[in-house]
């Protein structure tokens, strides 16, 4: 398959709640990239980890790496119900130039 | 603003006619497009790698006769879904790798129904 995993699949909690989607992958990355889509949208680019990074913050996103066990998590806190949407993440293979999205989770977020 | 522009974002189509999207990139140079699909509820699986000036490269179970690719300039590309099925409905994304810094820009991207 040309995706890795995204787990949960779907996810539902409550405005104010933390959200955790986790990403695994196959090969060797160079970087990997969480994205947003809101439903019948284009993606929004949401946070780049290159593969000699460990953790990264934005706002309140944080983004784990861990290339020794290929998975990636996506921590989103103080979620409010704008956050509902579907998350990727998204691999750049080392030695090539495709760009491999995992399976995503759809997020769900309760006012 | 979108810096790669995606063209029709939505397009309905008869079923055995051909349908042309188009990706922009609108004020860097790209060597390199990428075009996905999505099914509704699903992933973005990558269809192919668009190189400026030369021939597509298709993931595999992708039918490089159904999915014309051109990309004639590097701010170009062009996906051609010819004699179009229903089953062909889906959501097409376009990316661009900028040439330098390989940055990878995502379009818009296009509805396709076919009826």
């Known amino acids: 398959s040309q995706q890795g995993e995204e787990d949960p699949q779907a996810l539902s909690i409550q405005e104010g709640e933390n959200a955790t989607m986790n990403c695994s992958y196959k090969?060797?990355?160079?970087?990997l990239q969480w994205y947003r889509q809101n439903s019948g949208r284009g993606l929004v680019h949401l946070i780049l980890?290159?593969?000699?990074?460990r953790e990264k913050h934005s706002g309140r996103l944080r983004v784990t790496l861990d290339t020794s066990k290929k998975s990636s998590s996506l921590l989103i806190t103080a979620s409010r119900a704008a956050d509902t949407a579907s998350y990727f993440c998204?691999?750049?293979?080392?030695?090539?130039?495709?760009?491999?999205f995992g399976a995503g989770t759809r997020l769900f977020v309760k006012a | 603003g979108a810096v790669v522009s995606q063209h029709p974002s939505r397009v309905i189509c008869k079923s055995g006619t051909s349908v042309k999207i188009e990706c922009r990139s609108l004020?860097?140079?790209?060597?390199?497009m990428f075009w996905y699909r999505q099914f509704p509820k699903q992933s973005l699986m990558l269809m192919a790698t668009?190189?400026?000036?030369?021939?597509?490269?298709?993931e595999q179970g992708v039918e490089k006769d159904k999915f014309l690719i051109n990309h004639a300039s590097l701010t170009l590309s062009t996906l051609t879904v010819t004699s179009a099925h229903p089953e062909d409905s889906s959501f097409y994304i376009c990316?661009?790798?900028?040439?330098?810094?390989?940055?990878?820009?995502f379009g818009e991207g296009s509805w396709l129904t076919v009826v």
């Open positions: 090969t060797s990355i160079n970087n």
């Open positions: 004020d860097f140079q790209a060597t390199t």
């Open positions: 990316s661009a790798r900028r040439q330098t810094g390989n940055t990878i820009y």
């Open positions: 668009s190189n400026e000036g030369s021939k597509a490269t298709y």
């Open positions: 980890i290159r593969s000699n990074e």
């Open positions: 998204a691999t750049d293979q080392a030695g090539g130039f495709k760009t491999i």
